[in-house]
Each structure stands twice: as C-alpha cells, then as structure tokens.
C-alpha cells in the first residue's frame, strides 16, 4: 500500500508543479491544490498506514496495547484540508479580479511590478 | 498558566471582533484598534519585564501536559518580538488614521489588521511546530486580504505573486511537520529538542532542516527564495507595506532562529555555515537592488532583503555574542525600516509620487520631514550614535571573535551601499530641485501632526536605542544566552525532567 501512495504522491508533486509552472493563472491555482493534496497525503502515509485497528482503549484496559493507527497526523491533515480551503478559496477569487483588472490570464503579461521604472 | 502568555492572542483577536460589530462606523473601528494596540503594547511590556524577572514562562492550553498538548512559551527572544509586534501595531493604527483612504477602512482594513497581528503574535508564543503552521496561515490569509485590499492592478499582480510563493512555502513547511512527526513521535519543540539527536537516520533530520530552511527561507526572504518581495510589498498603501516589512519577513527570521538554535542543532558545520552563505548572499543582493530602483517603495523594499542577511549572519556564527547581536539588529531594523516606510507615505501625500527623479525640494517644504527621514536613513547606514552603527558593531565584533572573516567584510562593504542608497533618496527627494512643485499641504493642520506623531516616535526610537544601547543590548544578550543554552526551554516546558 505504502508504494502505491508513493507513486500517487510522487505523481501529484510532479502535476502540481507542472501546472504552476504554466503561464495559465488558472492552471496556477488548479496546481497550488494539487500540491496541498499531495502534501497531504504525504502526512498522511509517513504517518504509517495501519488497517482496522482504530486507537480506542479496550473496556478492561488502561492504556492502549498492541498496534493502532494514530490519530495525530490525520487531525493535522484535516486541520490541513480546512485552512487550504480557505486559502483556495480566497485565490479563486484573486484570479478573478485580477483578470477582470488586468484583462489577461497570462502570468507573462503581469510584470508591470518587476519594473525598475515605475 | 500564565494569562500573560494567552493575552497577546485574545487582545487583537476581540478587538477584530468588536471592529467586525462596528462595520459601518470606521471610526470608531479606528479607535478600537488604537486601544487595542495600546492595550497589547502595555502586555508585551509586562510579559517582558515578567520574564527578565521570573525566566521562561509556559502555559499548557486546555490543561494537556507537554509534550501531548499545546504550549505556549515565552522566553526573551519570544517577549521582545511580541512587545515589538504591540508598538509597530500601535504605530501603524495611529499612521491609519489619517493615512489610509476610507474605501479601504470601509472593506475590513481594521479587522484584517487586528487579525494578522494575533497571527504575528501566535507565531512568536507557540511551542509547538504545528501550532507554529496554524499560526503563520492565519498570519497569510489576513496578509493576503491586506495586500489586494483596494484591488488596484499593480496590487493584484502582486497579490497572485506574494500568494503563489508563500504557498508553496507552506506546502513546503506542512510535508516537513508530517515528516519530523513520522521520525520524531512528537511536535513539541522542547520535546524535539531532546528526540532529535536520537534519530538513527542523521541524513533525513538535516533534509528535513534544509525543507525547514527552505519554508521560512521564502517567508523571510532569503537568497534565493526573496523575489517575490519587492515585486509585492511596494503595491499596498503605506501602512500596510509597513506592517508587513515590519513584522511579516521577521516572523520567517524569528522561526529560523528557533529552528536552528532549538531543534536542528545536530549538525552545525553543515547547516549554519549553509545559512550564514545565504546570509552573505541576500546582504549583497539586496542592497544592489536597492542601488538601482528609482522608486522610493521598491528601494526600501530591496532593502528589507538586504537587512534579512544581516540578521541571519548572527544565526551563522552561531555564538551567543552573534545571536544577541541579531536580535537587536532585528529590533533596530524593524524600527528604522518602519519608519522609512512611512516617511515614504508622507512623502507621496505631499508630492503625488514615489519616483525619486520627478521628486525634489522636499527639504524646502517640510524641515520637519527631512529630519524625521533623515535619522532613521542614518540608523539604517549605520552612523554613530544612532541604533545601526550599534547593531553592526555587535555583529561585526561577534563575527571577527568567531574568524569569520569573510562574512564581515561583505557586511561592511554592504553597508557603504546601504549608506549610498540612502544619500540617493536625500539628495533626489529632499535637496535636489523639484521638476514638479510639492503640493501645498492640502490636510489640515492636526492631520498632519498625526500623521508625524508615529514617524517621530520611531525616528526618536532608533536615536534613543542608540545613545542608550545598554538596556536593550542586555536584554538581547539575555535572549541569546537563552537560545544558546536551550536546556533551560526544555526543562521549564516539560517540566523538569
């Protein structure tokens, strides 16, 4: 399992950064995404994938025993997924006004701040 | 607990809140926000004055003991940057009033500006990495907001920049967190501390701290990762330029030095002589970027790269001297830096421009204003008895005891520029003859009182950290001793074990 996700991690980098390197502001975000998802997913699996052994303690017991899957890294990455939504969220809509504003999506075309002239 | 730790948060993010229930009446969001301030600059006071009293402080949220729960810790370094964060705030609210434009006040200036201040001051209190992560996003969504906040063109082409390489750098900095935590076990800084020698595979933890290095290294703005910042931080109004050339790159520099001085402290060879590299390179870059803008924003704003390697060659000596060194140049720049800012606002309300060649005759129109530039213009130079030459001097003394030649000279080398760049902008701004008339001051009397009460403030800051170094420069020994010796962090964390 774990070298199936390592594949799929490593392809999600390589699409994300792909995309981001495109002139599109479009594709720009769509890679952003890409790349949060596959940063999560690398929490997710270096985190060890255990199946079917939920971290609950048994009804006698004190603490837990025997292998268990540990919550810790999928709280982050649901912390993750929730502030990465926001974020997309809110450059969604920056590429939105950006085009209507600067009337291209061409990333090429926006450098009138780089400009040693003002 | 300690309430003092939790205050920095709770104080800009109520007052956020209350702004929010006042949206239509900005100005009394203004006056809000200037009590806010005010209230979180008195708390910055108290906390540093109850750690140079009563050592490092922690409080353990929801009462979960370290390491399984969050912790805040203020040591010195962590109180002086807070305290910091409450006079830049209280500063720019009182710049705001007058400078910023009511359409902007109008769309959430106040609460945008409350949020990213707890942001800032989450960052510097938390013990926690991923805390550390949570903090810095809530510190970038409000920056991102502040920043296309009016949506003019050169403001959203900036923007997508701005948010496009601090993302990746989050990225960058969330897979490092998930992985120390897959070698490690734990999140806890003061924890790591003590796990992280113990790691079988030494290559994985210095990769991990060159993807750490590399995520602050892009929110600090360090060569090669600082491109970003001058094609962004020049487009915003003044005041929000000023918060962020403030405290924003200064958050990436304070988590550099508590990675490095707590946590990645395995392999020093490597990684603080590769820092100190990068410090030598982000000097000299800079400053030449400087040399060769016309703008008034973007020449500062190169600038803010430039002092970044200032602050970092105190990392890469990694001696308690450097580090003490650091940490006042940190507090000297960011007063300096801060008040050139907003010198450059003024500025442009007098004459309508920032371009340094259709600028002129300045010094005729406001004496008052030429003094206020022309000080904190000298500090960041570096000339005696203002706060730079202090700074400089201490790194400059820590770099020869420590034998690095190499990186001294650059530093002096980089400050004859510094000082040229800013003889630049007096003589184009303030001496030389105007091709377009300044403006007659077109605000009204006490406007424009208000609108200098902050910038002399700070100028008279940087003049009185100069003539009374002492003070200040203890404290910031006291930080670097801690920092140097972290096994006081990690005990008074966990609790003495």
């Known amino acids: 399992m774990e070298t199936v996700l390592a594949f799929v991690i490593g392809i999600l980098f390589a699409v994300g950064i792909y995309l981001m390197m495109r002139r599109s502001l479009v594709k720009l975000i769509i890679g952003l995404g890409v790349l949060g998802h596959a940063a999560n997913l690398l929490i997710f699996t270096v985190g060890r994938l255990t199946r079917g052994e939920p971290p609950l303690i048994g009804k006698h017991e004190e ?56 | ?56 402080q922690t409080a353990q949220l929801g009462s979960w003991e370290a390491p399984f729960g969050i912790t805040f810790a203020a040591d010195m370094l962590s109180s002086i940057m807070v305290t910091i964060t409450g006079l830049m705030g209280l500063m720019t609210a009182l710049y705001s009033v007058v400078g910023m434009d009511e359409t902007r006040e109008r769309f959430g200036y106040y609460p945008l500006l409350n949020i990213l201040l707890m942001g800032v001051c989450g960052a510097f209190l938390t013990g926690d990495v991923f805390n550390l992560y949570v903090w810095f996003e ?69 990769v991990l701290a060159m993807m750490f290095l590399v995520a602050f290294g892009i929110k600090a703005a360090i060569f090669p990762l600082f491109f970003w910042l001058p094609a962004s931080y020049h487009t915003p109004p003044v005041a929000v330029t000023t918060i962020f050339s403030g405290l924003l790159t200064k958050v990436g520099v304070y988590a550099l030095i508590r990675f490095f001085t707590l946590i990645f402290v395995h392999d020093t060879n490597y990684t603080h002589t590769l820092i100190l590299i990068a410090s030598g390179f982000t000097m000299v870059v800079g400053v030449f970027g400087a040399v060769s803008q016309l703008e008034m924003r973007r020449l500062l704003s190169f600038h803010i790269v430039s002092q970044i390697g200032y602050l970092l060659m105190g990392l890469g000596i990694f001696t308690a001297a450097s580090l003490a060194a650091s940490i006042f140049f940190m507090v000297h720049v960011i007063i300096a830096k801060s008040a050139l800012f907003l010198v450059s606002g003024v500025v442009n309300r007098l004459s309508g421009t920032y371009d340094l060649k259709k600028l002129g005759g300045l010094y005729k129109a406001s004496p008052t204003l030429s003094i206020l530039f022309f000080v904190p213009a000298m500090a960041l130079a570096g000339i005696p008895p203002l706060s730079g030459f202090w700074a400089k001097f201490a790194l400059v003394r820590a770099g020869l005891e420590a034998e690095d030649y190499l990186i001294v000279a650059i530093s002096l080398f980089v400050s004859v520029f510094t000082l040229y760049s800013m003889i630049k902008i007096w003589s184009e701004a303030f001496l030389k003859k105007p091709k377009v008339t300044p403006g007659q001051i077109n605000f009204r009397e006490a406007d424009w009182l208000q609108m200098l009460f902050p910038l002399a403030v700070l100028a008279g800051l940087t003049l009185v950290l100069g003539i009374a170094v002492d003070p200040v420069y203890q404290l910031a020994q006291e930080a670097a001793e801690q920092l140097m010796n972290p096994t006081l962090y990690v005990t008074t964390v966990l609790g003495g074990e």
Request: charged fraction near 10%.
């Open chain 2, 1 to 56: 607990m300690n309430i003092l730790l939790i205050l920095p948060i709770l104080v800009p993010f109520i007052t956020a809140i209350l702004c929010l229930f006042f949206w239509g009446r900005v100005h009394f969001q203004e006056r809000l926000t200037v009590a806010g301030m005010l209230i979180l600059l008195i708390i910055g006071i108290a906390l540093l004055s109850d750690v140079h009293e009563n050592g490092i």
């Open chain 2, 138 to 206: 809530v510190m970038l969504i409000a920056s991102f907001v502040l920043l296309a906040l009016g949506g003019e063109r050169a403001q959203l082409e900036g923007a997508i920049k701005y948010v496009t390489l601090n993302l990746v750098s989050s990225a960058i900095f969330l897979m490092a967190t998930g992985i120390l935590y897959s070698v490690t076990g734990t999140l806890n800084m003061a924890d790591l501390h003590l796990v992280v020698g113990d790691v079988k595979q030494p290559g994985l933890v210095t």
């Open chain 1, 63 to 118: 603490v837990l025993s025997g292998t268990f899957a540990d919550p810790l890294p999928q709280a982050l990455i649901l912390t993750a997924i929730v502030i990465g939504f926001g974020v997309q969220v809110f450059a969604a809509v920056l590429i939105k006004s950006a085009y209507r504003i600067v009337g291209t999506d061409d990333l090429d075309e926006m450098k009138s701040t780089d400009e040693t002239q003002p």
